[in-house]
């Protein structure tokens, strides 16, 4: 059944890589396709089979679409775990305040042996939040307490779930042990355990959301505050003072990003604790993402982060063509972050799934564009980015012009660029990240470069 759209996807690609006219200032496979191309998928494939409902669940409500549209965004939201901590959306939310504790459950005994370092105790919390439109929603985070001597600092670490199931979250695998659905980048760097070992409580939200809404920083922004709110009410002697610092890489940059900027807005009570966020690999521009990562290797990743977008901001499923409903309502929905790369070796752009010939220049695209850039948004809190020189698909261009504009807006911050791409720059980078943000939580003023 998918030959043929197969067959369409390789002409895309060709026309993608011979179709940029000269002096072109965009890159080629952000180019619009023939109108042929879309329409010609649409009568290929039959309507993909997702369930009619009477009545749409509440995490797929969304004011203003139609009911065919909101069934469709329940048939791509990821498949129940089994577990009601994560699964379950409560009730009462809207009459509960962002950031109280819903239900707390002790995983020490599941989380040891993930962990690695000694721990005293690790709880799972899940709380109250608010997703990206505004509406109650709800966030789980795992609280971890170090078997060595405490310090005061909480060190909240935004790992890079960078995946479409709710199985994927470091917080189900903390809670569950070990599957085939861990990522490795829970371990790996191990800043996880490196702060432990230095006493400090560690602090890892699962900032995606409920709906794993991969890529979308405001949703992030707000699980990770609300987080922080939900620890102090878990044991105010021991966190309502405590400093707090924050740390992601890539994927877990955007949701570190997303939480310094939207602190003094939306946790305003948490600024002045807020020590420090440390942003390595930040993907911090979709749109000159559209054109490092579409129809090459990055491309798996880059439809898993546009689908996770799509999930909180449902105006871009209403651009789904038949091939997108079928394969967002599929298994696919709920894969994580290695098999979401290994689809990068299907070449297939982004364009081969709208209903649109040239999506990145619709009125959906552009309104994404601005929200997720967050560009009038200062950080309150002192910022250290650190990006691989050698960066090919996520250019270090972009990391550049974000602290550029967070310095004329007038943060504090400083930059620094290693040497490699993506991958190597996790590992070369975060050692000295790491030591910025232990000066910070021990109380060092934070220096600024911005000039």
């Given amino acids: 059944m998918f030959r043929p759209a197969a067959a369409v ?37 039959p309507d993909a089979p997702f369930p009619r409902l009477d009545r749409i669940p509440a995490r797929a409500r969304a004011e203003g679409f139609s009911h065919r549209i909101q069934e469709l965004r329940e048939a791509a939201l990821p498949s129940p775990t089994g577990d009601a901590m994560f699964d379950h959306w409560p009730k009462d939310l809207a009459s509960l ?89 829970d371990l790996i760097p191990p800043t996880t355990q490196i702060a432990l070992a230095r006493g400090y409580t560690v602090l890892i939200p699962d900032h995606q959301g409920p709906r794993m809404a991969y890529a979308e920083p ?18 105010r002697d021991t ?28 946790a305003p009570e948490l600024a002045r604790r807020v020590v420090g966020a440390a942003l390595g690999g930040v993907p911090a521009d979709f749109r000159m993402l559209v054109g490092s990562m579409n129809a090459n290797l990055a491309t798996g990743i880059f439809h898993a982060a546009t689908f996770g977008i799509a999930r909180e901001r449902t105006e871009i499923l209403t651009m789904a063509n038949d091939l997108a409903r079928w394969m967002g309502t599929s298994p696919l929905k709920n894969i994580c972050t290695i098999p979401a ?29 601005r929200i997720t850039a967050m560009s009038d948004r ?16 996520i250019p270090a261009d972009g990391a550049r012009r974000l602290f550029r504009a967070q310095c004329a807006l007038g943060a504090r911050a400083v930059y620094r660029e290693v040497f490699g791409e993506h991958v190597s720059a996790a590992v070369l980078g975060y050692p000295e990240a790491l030591d910025w943000l232990d000066d910070r939580l021990s109380g060092a003023p934070a220096r600024t470069e911005c000039r």
């Fill in 9 to 45: 996807a390789l002409t895309l690609i060709s026309l993608i890589a011979v179709g940029a006219a000269p002096g072109n200032a965009e890159p080629p496979n952000m180019m619009a396709i023939p109108p042929e191309v879309p329409a010609g998928i649409d009568a290929i494939l």
């Fill in 97 to 185: 305040p962002p950031g109280r504790i819903i239900a707390t459950r002790d995983i020490t005994a599941t989380a040891a042996p993930v962990v690695t370092t000694p721990i005293r105790s690790a709880h799972l919390l899940k709380f109250r939040s608010t997703d990206a439109m505004g509406t109650p929603s709800y966030g789980t985070a795992t609280v971890l307490v170090p078997r060595a001597t405490r310090r005061t600092g909480v060190l909240v670490n935004n790992l890079p779930i960078d995946s479409l199931g709710t199985a994927c979250t470091p917080g189900y695998a903390l809670a569950h042990g070990f599957s085939i659905a861990t990522n490795p980048t």
């Fill in 218 to 235: 405001i949703v992030a922004g707000h699980v990770v505050l609300d987080a922080i709110r939900a620890i102090t009410e878990l044991d």
């Fill in 239 to 266: 966190f309502a003072d405590a400093p707090i610092a924050m740390t992601g890489y890539s994927g877990g940059a955007i949701a570190t990003g997303g939480a310094a900027r939207l602190v003094t807005t939306y």
């Fill in 341 to 369: 790369a290994l689809a990068g070796q299907t070449f297939w752009p982004m364009q081969l799934f709208a209903n649109d010939p040239d999506p990145f220049h619709s009125p959906v695209a552009q309104r994404i564009f």
């Fill in 378 to 393: 200062r950080s309150a809190v002192p910022l250290y980015f650190y990006h691989g020189t050698h960066e090919w698909w």
